[in-house]
């Protein structure tokens, strides 16, 4: 066997790292993914990857962007693996990309070696590995019985303890014509030694066809995956009862992938689990990328389509981060949905991100994803059924009433714990250019179910009652008007109004 013992000490970095994880999406992944070679090449040796030049400190190579997708040539069929590289957490440094796609000469390769990051030798369980020695891969949902891919090493593989034939289908598929065991249950680096990896990625014994869908590979804690799409139509393959449906501007640059006008063709969508649900309801969704390219940055957002206008209720701010979906990769989203107050959640309730939001009327809503491909976003329409949202208090206040003034103490005046004190003051006016909505009002955050908002002032004014004033906490008085403004209007149920910063005179 050759070896490839690295003379520069290992990065502390690498030392340190706990658990393992594919998928590490930081700025140094490629944005695009770089074709595979289409010409075929002789055989080399296996010291030859033919994927980058060895350093003079003894790295092992690996292309500057190594690829991660390929189209077949041998039948309408993408490959994306998850990730080009893995770190374990007892100092296993993998690289895995594919080498070059598959033709009637050869299946679909990937190359790439297992090197040990650690300053000392150490027994690695190779069994234990995804992509190195966990070898066969789950089979995708929705199949039951001989669907699986598998990594076949090659006679390049130096730690492989059998290479399997493999054989082509008469629908053009590579399969083995076994399953192995191939790979070791252990193997022995020194310290910066590495190993060179070749695999043939084909199919199950017996399986003619391709199956689409996601195939993992599972370690312990850790998974790669291969996504399988078709590349004639990436797209989804049910029809949405939305479908030619019109829709509003919306907000932003306005360009969004809709569920609902999306076709086979399509590369990127929300698909939502359904378009119609009565409240209270759980609903998953799914943003896909059948596409080359890494899609960011992912956050998702609620709006409501009321009398033709988009309205956003929640969340009220987002992280600043930056969340990429790679090539064939899948994000699921969940709305939890109720009608009155939110119920929270309990262990195994939720089992993804997502939101839980209260006091949400009938009506349409969408779900926006931060991510597209040849868009900015891709959304989903989904219809809620159920009856309107009342506007009212929370339980923490207590009113009193001067003429026709009344004044609306909340739990956070004079509390000491929170913020400052704040007031202010919400009267009726002839005009107003912005309109809100009762799920806005009632929602948490901006309109501040926690923080005391307009929900402690509208359900107080009354047909004789001409102002409102609040006294809460300083946040919840920013939380209406915004820190940098003393006064606002807005129209809500057809009434405009006006709310400024502390005890107006009306």
Same mark, same amino acid.
């Given at each position: 066997?050759?070896?490839?013992?690295?003379?520069?000490?290992?990065?502390?970095?690498?030392?340190?790292?706990?658990?393992?994880?594919?998928?590490?999406?930081?700025?140094?992944?490629?944005?695009?993914?770089?074709?595979?070679?289409?010409?075929?090449?002789?055989?080399?040796?296996?010291?030859?990857?033919?994927?980058?030049?060895?350093?003079?400190?003894?790295?092992?190579?690996?292309?500057?962007?190594?690829?991660?997708?390929?189209?077949?040539?041998?039948?309408?069929? @993408?490959?994306?693996?998850?990730?080009?590289?893995?770190?374990?957490?007892?100092?296993?440094?993998?690289?895995?990309? #594919?080498?070059?796609?598959?033709?009637?000469? %050869?299946?679909?390769?990937?190359?790439?070696?297992?090197?040990?990051?650690?300053?000392? &030798?150490?027994?690695?369980?190779?069994?234990?590995?995804?992509?190195?020695?966990?070898? %066969?891969?789950?089979?995708?949902?929705?199949?039951?019985?001989?669907?699986?891919?598998?990594?076949?090493?090659?006679?390049?593989?130096?730690?492989?303890?059998?290479?399997?034939?493999?054989?082509?289908?008469?629908?053009?598929?590579?399969?083995?014509?076994?399953?192995?065991?191939?790979?070791?249950?252990?193997?022995?680096?020194?310290?910066?030694?590495?190993?060179?990896?070749?695999?043939?990625?084909?199919?199950?014994?017996?399986?003619?066809?391709?199956?689409?869908?996601?195939?993992?590979?599972?370690?312990?804690?850790?998974?790669?995956?291969? =996504?399988?799409?078709?590349?004639?139509?990436?797209?989804?393959?049910?029809?949405?009862?939305?479908?030619?449906?019109?829709?509003?501007?919306?907000?932003?640059?306005?360009?969004?992938?809709? #569920?609902?006008?999306?076709?086979?063709?399509?590369?990127?969508?929300?698909?939502?689990?359904?378009?119609?649900?009565?409240?209270?309801?759980?609903?998953?969704?799914?943003?896909?990328?059948?596409?080359?390219?890494?899609?960011?940055?992912?956050?998702?957002?609620?709006?409501?389509?009321?009398?033709?206008?988009?309205?956003?209720?929640?969340?009220?701010? %987002?992280?600043?981060?930056?969340?990429?979906?790679?090539?064939?990769?899948?994000?699921?989203?969940?709305?939890?949905?109720?009608?009155?107050?939110?119920?929270?959640?309990?262990?195994?309730?939720? @089992?993804?991100?997502?939101?839980?939001?209260?006091?949400?009327?009938?009506?349409?809503?969408?779900?926006?994803?931060?991510?597209?491909?040849?868009?900015?976003?891709?959304?989903?329409?989904?219809?809620?059924?159920?009856?309107?949202?009342?506007?009212?208090?929370?339980?923490?206040?207590? =009113?009193?009433?001067?003429?026709?003034?009344? @004044?609306?103490?909340?739990?956070?005046? &004079?509390?000491?714990?929170?913020?400052?004190?704040?007031?202010?003051?919400?009267?009726?006016?002839?005009?107003?250019?912005?309109?809100?909505?009762?799920?806005?009002?009632?929602?948490?955050?901006?309109?501040?179910? %926690?923080?005391?908002?307009?929900?402690?002032?509208?359900?107080?004014?009354?047909?004789?009652?001409?102002?409102?004033?609040?006294?809460?906490?300083?946040?919840?008085?920013?939380?209406?008007?915004?820190?940098?403004?003393?006064?606002?209007?807005?129209?809500?149920?057809?009434?405009?109004?006006?709310?400024?910063?502390?005890?107006?005179?009306?």
């Amino acid at each position: 066997m050759r070896r490839r013992a690295l003379l520069a000490s290992v990065p502390g970095a690498l030392a340190g790292l706990a658990g393992c994880s594919f998928g590490s999406l930081g700025t140094d992944e490629p944005d695009g993914v770089t074709p595979v070679p289409r010409p075929d090449r002789s055989p080399t040796d296996a010291s030859d990857s033919g994927a980058g030049t060895q350093t003079d400190t003894g790295d092992p190579p690996r292309p500057e962007d190594p690829t991660t997708v390929v189209e077949l040539e041998t039948g309408p069929r @993408t490959y994306a693996l998850s990730s080009p590289r893995l770190h374990t957490d007892d100092g296993a440094r993998v690289a895995l990309w #594919f080498e070059r796609t598959a033709t009637d000469d %050869h299946p679909a390769t990937l190359r790439g070696w297992l090197q040990n990051a650690n300053e000392f &030798g150490n027994t690695f369980r190779i069994e234990r590995i995804p992509g190195v020695g966990r070898t %066969h891969s789950r089979q995708p949902r929705g199949y039951d019985h001989e669907a699986r891919l598998h990594l076949a090493p090659t006679d390049r593989n130096e730690l492989a303890d059998d290479v399997p034939a493999l054989s082509q289908t008469d629908e053009g598929y590579w399969r083995v014509d076994d399953v192995g065991p191939w790979m070791p249950d252990t193997h022995q680096l020194a310290p910066g030694e590495w190993a060179h990896l070749e695999y043939a990625l084909v199919g199950e014994p017996g399986r003619a066809g391709r199956p689409t869908g996601t195939y993992e590979f599972r370690g312990r804690g850790e998974t790669l995956s291969v =996504t399988v799409w078709d590349t004639q139509r990436p797209g989804p393959e049910t029809d949405s009862r939305f479908a030619d449906r019109s829709l509003p501007p919306f907000p932003g640059d306005g360009r969004v992938q809709w #569920f609902h006008d999306a076709d086979g063709t399509t590369p990127a969508f929300v698909r939502p689990g359904t378009e119609r649900a009565e409240l209270d309801t759980e609903i998953g969704f799914q943003m896909v990328n059948n596409s080359h390219e890494r899609l960011q940055c992912g956050h998702w957002n609620l709006y409501k389509l009321v009398d033709g206008e988009w309205f956003h209720v929640a969340p009220t701010g %987002h992280t600043a981060d930056c969340r990429l979906l790679v090539p064939g990769g899948r994000k699921q989203w969940g709305l939890r949905a109720f009608n009155g107050q939110a119920v929270g959640c309990s262990t195994g309730d939720c @089992t993804c991100d997502g939101l839980t939001q209260g006091y949400l009327g009938g009506g349409e809503y969408a779900v926006v994803a931060g991510y597209g491909h040849a868009t900015s976003e891709s959304g989903a329409l989904v219809e809620l059924v159920g009856d309107s949202v009342a506007v009212t208090p929370t339980d923490d206040v207590s =009113t009193s009433r001067e003429g026709d003034t009344v @004044t609306v103490t909340t739990g956070q005046s &004079g509390d000491g714990d929170r913020s400052a004190d704040g007031t202010f003051s919400l009267t009726r006016t002839d005009s107003a250019g912005e309109r809100v909505i009762a799920e806005q009002v009632m929602a948490s955050g901006r309109f501040a179910t %926690h923080d005391g908002g307009l929900r402690n002032a509208l359900p107080f004014l009354t047909d004789d009652v001409s102002r409102v004033v609040v006294e809460t906490g300083e946040q919840a008085v920013n939380g209406v008007l915004g820190y940098d403004s003393d006064s606002r209007r807005f129209r809500f149920r057809g009434q405009a109004y006006e709310v400024t910063r502390g005890r107006s005179d009306g």
